[in-house]
């Protein structure tokens, strides 16, 4: 490695990684975390695709690599197309230099941020791989191919990312689509109150995971069959008046959910059942938050959701069944 007052050289080869272009190379340790970055998902601006840092386990492997005869597999990289005024390939069918413009971070951390997190300070000499220029919905499906079966890895983001991948999220996965709705709209009583596995900066208002709010919609779509007569936007103004009229109903539950259950698992699951139920009665036009809000307003008083109250005994899916009967039979449906 080379490096003087304007840009940073590494050499190494390139070749083909499958069908793409990747630059092969060793550098130091505290080299590649300064010229690197994790594009880390922020849940309130919806930026990025990566889970947050596990410093403990940076710390970890920081403790590891520093033993002698430790080793690691490469760590990978992509060359950011949108960031490539500041870096530069030399040569092409072997050998090669990277050169970087010094202070600048154009290689994104697609697997290697819990490695390289901690090592700003260390010297240890790494092999890398860094796919060229790929853009960034092509580095997030990387990313979601390498990680989607990682342990400890959150399902939600996964759930998140396939979300900005698919085409048509709407026409192949509804359920993904109508949770992502329900957190992003702005006239959802659960705007950006749902886990997506980034960043929290509000994280006491999350209520519920994305990977559970698209379980819930899964059944209630299976039972309803909502779909079959109305359209996807239909369906997503539908569970918005719903849940608005739900959170008017229980104003003081929704506002303290973290006294109570009515946005936890049984909860979400048993309300959203519900609706299901409420639709099977009185058929599938478009209703509104008035219409909910008058079907769900007989529970006022009835049902204690705190986590001492009426359902404090009930867990899992079993659970949620048990409060979705409570509710059905409380209002005579």
């Known amino acids: 490695m080379k490096s ?8 190494g080869i390139i070749g083909k990684c499958g069908s793409r272009d990747v630059f092969l190379g060793f550098a130091p340790a505290n080299v590649l975390y300064a010229v690197s970055f994790a594009d880390t998902l922020n849940e309130d601006t919806g930026a990025g695709y990566q889970r947050p840092r596990d410093r403990a386990h940076s710390l970890d492997f920081k403790r590891y690599i ?20 500041d870096w530069s ?47 960034t919905l092509s580095e997030v499906a990387m990313f979601t191919t390498i990680n989607g079966k990682s342990k400890g890895l959150c399902s939600s983001l996964i759930d998140f990312n396939k979300s900005n991948l698919l085409k048509d999220v709407a026409a192949a ?56 007569h109305l359209d996807v936007e239909q369906t997503a103004q539908l569970l918005i008046a719903y849940w608005k009229a739900v959170a008017g109903v229980f104003a003081t539950e929704w506002a303290n959910h973290r006294g109570h259950l ?33 079907r769900v307003k007989p529970l006022s008083g009835r049902v204690d959701w705190g986590t001492g109250g009426t359902f404090a005994a009930v867990g899992g899916h079993k659970g949620a069944t048990t409060v979705y009967n409570a509710l059905r039979e409380l209002l005579g449906l």
């Open 4 to 11: 003087d007052a304007a840009v940073i050289t590494l050499p």
């Open 173 to 228: 996965e509804p359920h993904l689509f109508l949770a992502r709705r329900l957190n992003d709209d702005p006239q959802s009583p659960w705007f950006k109150c749902i886990r997506c596995g980034g960043l929290r900066t509000s994280g006491l208002k999350r209520r519920t995971s994305l990977r559970m709010m698209q379980h819930a919609i899964q059944r209630f779509l299976a039972q309803s069959q909502c779909l079959d």
């Open 66 to 85: 520093s033993l002698p005869d430790s080793s690691t597999i490469p760590l990978t990289f992509n060359l950011r197309k949108d960031r490539q005024r």
């Open 89 to 135: 390939i030399l040569g092409e069918n072997g050998r090669a230099t990277l050169r970087i413009r010094q202070g600048s971070a154009c290689l994104a951390q697609v697997d290697c941020q819990h490695r390289l997190g901690e090592l700003h300070d260390q010297d240890i000499p790494l092999a890398f791989m860094a796919f060229i220029g790929l853009d």
């Open 262 to 294: 009515i946005t936890k698992g049984v909860g979400l699951y048993g309300l959203t059942q519900l609706l299901g139920a409420i639709l099977v009665a009185h058929g599938l036009e478009q209703h509104s938050e008035e219409f909910f809000a008058e």
